[in-house]
C-alpha cells in the first residue's frame, strides 16, 4: 500500500505530467498530420516531406534543446523563492531564440542544395524535400520565440496553460493542412510543401497566443517581463545548460536523421515507410518525454529549495511510473501494429514494412522508458554534460556501427538500422541510470 506522502508525490507529478503529455501530443500530431495527410497526396509527396522532416529533426530537437535550459533554471529560482531573476532568463532565452534561428537561415541557403544531393533523389522528392525545409525554417522563428515562454507558463503558472493553448492549434494545423496541401479553400496545392507552410503558421499563431497569455494573466503581473533586461551571465547559464543539453538531444536525433541517408538506398517505399514508422514513434516518445519535462520542473524546485531527499524520491516514483504505462502501451502497438500501419498508407507493399518497422519501435520505447526520464532528472539537477557524452557513445560510437553492420555484412537491408537503434537506447539508458546514481550520493 502506498502511503500518504507517497500518495501526494504520485498525485503531484500526475497533474504536471498530464497536461505536458496533451501538449506533447499536440505538438507531435502536427507531424502526424503531416505525415498522413502527405501519403494520401501521394507517395512522392509522402517521401519527399519525409526526406525535410528526417533532416530537419536533429535541428529542431537541438535548437530546442538548448531553449529548454530555461525550464531547470527558473524551477531552480521558484525553489530558492527568487522569482525576480524569472525575467533575465526569459530575455536571455529569446536573444538567443533569434541568434538560432539567424543561423539556421544562413545555413539553409548555403548547403541545402549540397546536402540533398547526397542522398540522390529523385527530381520530385528533392524539389519537395527543399521547399518543405524552407517552410519549416522560415516558421520554426515563431517556434523558437514560444519555447522559453512554454518554459516559463509550465513553471510559474502551470503546464495546464500550455496544454490549452496547443490543443487550440492542433486542429488549426489540420485545418490549414487540408488547404495548403489539397489546394482547399483557395489555397494554393502545395502538397508535401503544403505541411511545411501549415506547421510554419502554426508556430506564429501560438507565438501570438502565448503573448496574450502572459499579458493578461495575473500571475506574470510581477516578474517584470516586460522591463528589458540584458545579462551576460544569464545567457553563460543559460548556454552552459543549453548547449550540453541540445548537443547530447543532438547526438540521439541526428542519428535517426542520419540514417535516412543509408535507408534512401533502399527506395522510395523503404523511405515512406521508415518515416512513417518513425511519426508513430514519435507519438509514442511523447510519453516518456512528457515524464522526462514533468520531472525537471518538480526535481529542479526540490533541488532548488535544497530538498534533496524528496527529490531522489520523486526522481524513482517517475521513473517506475513511467515504465509501467509504456509497457502496457508497447505490448498493444505490438499486437495491432498491422491495423496501425493502416493510418499512414494503403499500398500493400508500404504496409509490410511498416509493420516491420513497428516491431522494433515497440522493443525501444521499452528502454526510452527509464532512458528519457532520467534525463529529465538530471536536468532538474542541472546535470546535462553526461547525457550528451552517453548519447555520443550510445548512438554514433554503437548505434550506427553496428546498423552498418548488419547492413553491409549481415544483409539485413533497411531494418538493421531500426534492429541497432535498439540497443543504442538499452545503452543509453543503462549508462544514464548509473550518472543519476551518482549525482544523488553526491547531493545526499
Avoid at 315 to 331: D, E, N, R
Wanted: aromatic letters at 14%; charged letters at 10%; glycine letters at 8%.
Amino acid at each position: 500500500m502506498l502511503n500518504l506522502r507517497t500518495m501526494y508525490r504520485l498525485r503531484r507529478l500526475i497533474n504536471v505530467m498530464l497536461p505536458v503529455l496533451a501538449t506533447q501530443l499536440a505538438i507531435i500530431g502536427m507531424n502526424f498530420f503531416d505525415a498522413t495527410m502527405s501519403g494520401h497526396a501521394g507517395a512522392e509527396q509522402l517521401a519527399g516531406s519525409s526526406i525535410g522532416g528526417s533532416l530537419m529533426m536533429p535541428i529542431i530537437a537541438s535548437s530546442t534543446g538548448i531553449l529548454m535550459a530555461a525550464t531547470p533554471i527558473i524551477a531552480h529560482l521558484i525553489g530558492k523563492n527568487e522569482k525576480d531573476s524569472i525575467a533575465t532568463v526569459i530575455h536571455s532565452g529569446l536573444i538567443l531564440s533569434i541568434i538560432i534561428e539567424l543561423i539556421l537561415l544562413l545555413a539553409y541557403f548555403f548547403f541545402i542544395d549540397d546536402i540533398l544531393a547526397i542522398l540522390t533523389l529523385e527530381p520530385d522528392v528533392y524539389y519537395i524535400a527543399k521547399y518543405y525545409m524552407l517552410a519549416l525554417i522560415i516558421g520554426l522563428s515563431g517556434g523558437l520565440l514560444t519555447f522559453p515562454l512554454r518554459s516559463l507558463t509550465d513553471t510559474v503558472a502551470g503546464t495546464a496553460v500550455s496544454m490549452k493553448i496547443y490543443l487550440l492549434a492542433l486542429p488549426i494545423n489540420a485545418f490549414l493542412n487540408y488547404c495548403f496541401i489539397y489546394g482547399n479553400f483557395g489555397a494554393p496545392k502545395l502538397g508535401g510543401i503544403g505541411a511545411g507552410v501549415a506547421t510554419a503558421i502554426t508556430y506564429y499563431i501560438l507565438l501570438f497566443i502565448f503573448i496574450a497569455i502572459i499579458i493578461n494573466n495575473p500571475q506574470f503581473k510581477n516578474l517584470a517581463l516586460f522591463n528589458f533586461k540584458f545579462s551576460l551571465k544569464s545567457i553563460k547559464e543559460y548556454l552552459g545548460i543549453g548547449i550540453p543539453n541540445g548537443m547530447g538531444i543532438f547526438m540521439e536525433a541526428s542519428l535517426f536523421g542520419f540514417i535516412i541517408i543509408f535507408i534512401s538506398k533502399f527506395g522510395t517505399n523503404y523511405i515512406a515507410a521508415h518515416q512513417a514508422a518513425m511519426s508513430f514513434s514519435s507519438v509514442l516518445y511523447m510519453l516518456p518525454l512528457s515524464f522526462s519535462l514533468a520531472l525537471t520542473i518538480i526535481i529542479g524546485i526540490e533541488v532548488g529549495a535544497k530538498r534533496y531527499l524528496e527529490a531522489k524520491k520523486y526522481a524513482y516514483l517517475g521513473l517506475i511510473v513511467s515504465f509501467l504505462c509504456v509497457l502496457s502501451i508497447v505490448g498493444l502497438v505490438f499486437y495491432f501494429r498491422d491495423y496501425i500501419a493502416l493510418l499512414y498508407a494503403t499500398d500493400t507493399t508500404l504496409l509490410t514494412y511498416i509493420a516491420h518497422f513497428l516491431i522494433y519501435t515497440a522493443a525501444w520505447q521499452l528502454f526510452d522508458a527509464i532512458a528519457c526520464p532520467i534525463q529529465g532528472i538530471l536536468r532538474g539537477y542541472k546535470d546535462v554534460k553526461a547525457a550528451f557524452y552517453v548519447s555520443m557513445l550510445a548512438y554514433w560510437g554503437i548505434c550506427l556501427p553496428l546498423g552498418m553492420f548488419l547492413d553491409y555484412f549481415m544483409t539485413q537491408g533497411a531494418f538493421a538500422y531500426w534492429q541497432s537503434m535498439v540497443l543504442g537506447v538499452a545503452t543509453s539508458a543503462v549508462l544514464l541510470f548509473f550518472r543519476l546514481r551518482y549525482i544523488e550520493k553526491r547531493f545526499i
